[in-house]
């Protein structure tokens, strides 16, 4: 494992918290000699994020459209920044380029980027883990919703099984080391 794709929230959002999980996971990154790829951006956890693992020593690969690009949005200290054409290039680099996916808090693009992840491994195009960093349960409502999924026959328990909520950083990492992607989907004609 070399490089973890997180995606969170470009606001710091309303709770200390969030940015105090924001800042942890930075320095457990840093000192794990694990790369953060992430979008790009300066502000927000985004922000605090790159920051906060380059200050530790870390490394910050950004992957950013160019049209935000072009709006200034880049964070200007990233180790390493690409920009490509468009958001759906953006996410499939940064799965393309990173061992694991987690989500910070965030918003609708934050919970798009990661349920597309979660959703490409269980049709065979993302072998990365997927985790929900679920910080003061900011994520409970959305784990009700997969148990439902899955409750009522839209998700499998076995899939169900590959996709964490958690706010502990060693049970993120110990599924990570243990995770096998899911198997590939077959249907009967």
């Keep these: 494992?070399?490089?973890?794709?997180?995606?969170?929230?470009?606001?710091?959002?309303?709770?200390?918290?969030?940015?105090?999980?924001?800042?942890?996971?930075?320095?457990?990154?840093?000192?794990?000699?694990?790369?953060?790829?992430?979008?790009?951006?300066?502000?927000?956890?985004?922000?605090?994020?790159?920051?906060?693992?380059?200050?530790?020593?870390?490394?910050?690969?950004?992957?950013?459209?160019?049209?935000?690009?072009?709006?200034?949005?880049?964070?200007?200290?990233?180790?390493?920044?690409?920009?490509?054409?468009?958001?759906?290039?953006?996410?499939?680099?940064?799965?393309t380029l990173s061992d694991a996916c987690i989500a910070l808090p965030g918003g609708p693009g934050t919970l798009e980027e990661i349920s597309e992840a979660f959703s490409w491994a269980r049709i065979g195009d993302n072998p990365n883990p997927c985790i929900f960093f679920n910080v003061n349960g900011y994520y409970d409502p959305l784990q009700t919703m997969f148990d439902n999924m899955t409750e009522k026959g839209f998700l499998t328990v076995e899939d169900r099984e590959k996709l964490l909520f958690s706010d502990s950083l060693d049970e993120i990492f110990k599924f990570i080391a243990d995770y096998q992607p899911p198997k590939i989907r077959t249907y009967v004609k």
Aim: glycine share 12%; charged share 15%.
């Design 1 to 95: 494992m070399k490089r973890i794709a997180v995606y969170c929230g470009a606001a710091m959002g309303n709770d200390q918290a969030y940015q105090t999980a924001t800042i942890t996971l930075a320095h457990y990154l840093a000192t794990h000699n694990l790369e953060l790829v992430y979008g790009g951006g300066g502000v927000g956890l985004m922000g605090l994020l790159a920051n906060e693992v380059l200050d530790a020593g870390g490394r910050v690969q950004g992957i950013m459209p160019k049209e935000p690009y072009e709006r200034s949005a880049a964070f200007p200290r990233l180790t390493n920044l690409k920009i490509v054409d468009n958001m759906a290039i953006r996410k499939a680099t940064m799965l």
